[in-house]
């Protein structure tokens, strides 16, 4: 038999992917979730009331039944049993496996603060998390979000459309600070506070304020900051306690070899939860981003299977919108000594590539992104680059950039 642990992108994949490459051995999917594949990105939209929970579930447990996976939802795998090749669930149920894939992601991280575990303080990592928060504002008037990444931000303008006076603060000097840069993070703020919610930068949260039980305000920076109900948002952990403890290589995430495959070589690790390499870099890391998540849920499948296909690396990636600016962040966006930056601004726009050794290693455009997804796939092509003094302008010829 098949395990997958984990019902997100890398594991529904990998779990699909095995049905067909292998029909006649059984394939099971556990998860403590109620709910199966949806995109975390879109979580802020239900807050806001733009669509119901359900409309965000990409494929549902039945759908999952009919291609003849078996689905064990709300269950939780409490440890692995190498020696007997088990997995074992907190109901007590004991499943034998063949191969096994740990797909289990990420958690999100809660700051140990006074008070953070107070009625009204939520995280924003599940569907049902989504729902707590959208019934929540039903009767809140204010709210604070801890954290200025793009679920936080996303998270405290669905907040304001719901009517609530919305503050954000964020340890970090800047917003998103791993997609932007310190002058893209100031247009972003001015944008953002355009849409009536406060941003505070470089500043910590101290404690949450706690009335009758239930959450009253936040202490950061020496005020108080008025809170009917608190999201901490402040980044997520690669989920690895089941590898951990059965004594699996780890590093930040759980460390895989091109083949997806652990120090197990029966067990595998795909998604938010896995460690691989870096591209550009050579240094292991962990992309977390749905394309990854994707790509290796299949290489994943394919080794399982018995297939040799490779997982090379995906350069990092983020396309979206935040208080209507569009943002299209991929590679490395600081640059180091020696780099060539080219920066562009113009109408409200800002567009930076970075150039290392003649080719493209950075692309981040704020409020114009034509072009970024030509400009950046030469990131992972690894292209010399010809008229590099064209690369931040929207109208140009793509042949024009590439190195005779």
């Known amino acids: 038999m098949y395990i997958v642990i984990g019902q997100g992108i890398a594991g529904s994949t990998a779990a699909t992917m095995l049905r067909k ?40 447990a039945e759908d999952f039944a009919k291609a003849g996976i078996e689905c064990l939802m709300g269950e939780t795998a409490v440890a692995l049993l190498r ?10 149920r004991r499943f034998q496996y063949d191969k096994l894939l740990l797909a289990t992601g990420s958690l999100p991280v809660v700051p140990p603060v006074p008070g953070a ?69 100031d247009m972003l703020a001015e944008s953002v506070r355009e849409e009536g919610v406060e941003i505070l930068v470089g500043m910590g949260v101290d ?3 706690v009335d009758s039980g239930a959450v009253s305000g936040v202490n950061a920076g020496g005020r108080v900051f008025p809170a009917d109900l608190v999201v901490m948002a402040i980044g997520v952990k690669p989920n690895i306690g089941l590898a951990v403890a059965a004594g699996i290589e780890t590093g930040r995430g ?31 890391t ?10 290796q849920g299949r290489i994943a499948a394919s080794s399982m299977a018995g297939g040799r296909a490779t997982y090379d690396g995906m350069v990092a990636m983020n396309a979206v919108e935040i208080g209507g600016m569009p943002l299209v962040s991929i590679g490395d966006i600081e640059g ?14 800002y567009r930076k590539v970075v150039i290392r050794d003649g080719k493209i290693r950075g692309v981040l455009f704020l409020g114009e992104i034509r072009q970024a997804g030509v400009i950046g796939s030469l990131i992972s092509r690894r292209v010399e680059i010809a008229e590099v003094e064209r690369l931040t302008s929207p109208h140009f010829s793509y042949a024009d950039l590439i190195a005779v």
Do not use: C, M
């Not at 999917?29 to 359900?54: F, Q």
């Not at 020696?83 to 007590?92: C, N, R, T």
């Not at 039903?138 to 503050?167: D, F």
């Not at 083949?259 to 292991?284: C, H, I, K, M, N």
């Open 21 to 60: 490459q292998d029909p006649h051995t059984p394939v099971a999917v556990i998860t403590n979730e109620l709910h199966y594949v949806y995109s975390r990105i879109d979580l802020p939209d239900i807050i806001a009331g733009k669509y119901e929970p359900a409309a965000s579930v990409l494929r549902t």
């Open 83 to 92: 020696d007997e090749k088990a997995v074992l669930l907190s109901s007590g």
């Open 117 to 185: 575990g107070a009625p009204g303080v939520y995280s924003l990592w599940t569907l049902q998390q989504a729902g707590e928060i959208f019934d929540a504002t039903g009767k809140a008037r204010s709210a604070v979000v801890v954290g200025a990444g793009l679920i936080g931000l996303k998270t405290a303008l669905a907040l304001k459309k719901r009517g609530l006076n919305v503050t954000v603060i964020e340890k970090l000097p800047r917003l998103l600070p791993r997609q932007l840069d310190d002058e893209a993070s």
């Open 207 to 209: 404690a949450i304020s």
């Open 254 to 284: 759980i460390t895989v070899d091109e083949f997806q495959r652990t120090s197990d070589p029966d067990v595998y690790a795909a998604g938010d939860a896995a460690e691989t390499l870096d591209p550009l870099t050579g240094d292991r």
């Open 286 to 295: 962990i992309p977390a981003s749905w394309p990854v998540a994707v790509a």
């Open 336 to 349: 180091r000594t020696g780099d060539e930056v080219l920066v562009e601004r113009r109408n409200g726009a």
